[in-house]
């Protein structure tokens, strides 16, 4: 039984992953459908989703992974706090939504890219794949992320609470301090520390 696990631990995990956030994401939609709130937006977000879940499913083996437990651990609470936001506060202000539909209707687009850029190489620990280059990765180094924080932000718009405040901005800081970890474990490899003397930002091209 060890040794079965041993052999085939990854696809274990990402077929875990792969029902459990399917799971998560069907009801969101289900849920979303049922309020009366089906639209675009939310059609583009199903897609992405699936592509999303899609991946984990088939992604490649890592070749080298982190073995910081406390590194990991950022990089799991990042992925996973939009899931801890409070989605039941519902907007004051017709503009706070008009502001939130923009900025996740872009975010979940260009997260979309992202996860095709990405390809089979998607991963949510820290690890060795294969480094990308194409697409946004051409202009910074970790766009996924960046989009992932700009949707909190429209999620803020959406759902406006201290809380979910709080969770986004709690969410922004694993992020970068992920991002940087990241840089410094995947550093080691020759191809990437040539990615990021070609690519100099993280996030925002020209400032950070």
Same mark, same amino acid.
């Not at 009801?27 to 977000?45: H, K, T």
């Given at each position: ?24 994401? =069907? ?47 950022? =990089? ?133």
């Amino acid at each position: 039984m060890n040794d079965f696990f041993k052999k085939n631990n990854q696809l274990i995990i990402n077929i875990v992953l792969f029902v459990s956030l399917t799971r998560f994401f =069907a009801i969101q939609a289900l849920e979303s459908y049922q309020s009366g709130e089906f639209g675009l937006l939310e059609i583009i977000w199903v897609i992405h989703n699936l592509i999303l879940v899609s991946l984990i499913l088939i992604r490649k083996n890592h070749l080298f992974l982190q073995t910081n437990f406390l590194h990991q651990g950022i =990089a799991l609470l990042a992925f996973f706090s939009g899931a801890f936001m409070d989605l039941k506060v519902k907007a004051p202000e017709p503009w706070c939504l008009t502001v939130s539909n923009g900025i996740l209707l872009v975010t979940v687009i260009a997260g979309t890219i992202t996860l095709i850029n990405l390809g089979k190489s998607f991963g949510i620990l820290i690890a060795v794949r294969e480094v990308k280059s194409n697409g946004l990765y051409a202009f910074v180094r970790h766009p996924m992320y960046g989009t992932d924080i700009l949707m909190r932000l429209g999620i803020i718009f959406r759902h406006p609470s201290w809380f979910n405040f709080i969770v986004a901005l709690f969410s922004t800081l694993c992020y970068v301090q992920r991002a940087i970890l990241e840089e410094h474990f995947l550093s080691q490899f020759p191809e990437y520390k040539e990615y990021m003397e070609r690519v100099r930002y993280r996030f925002i091209p020209g400032l950070f």
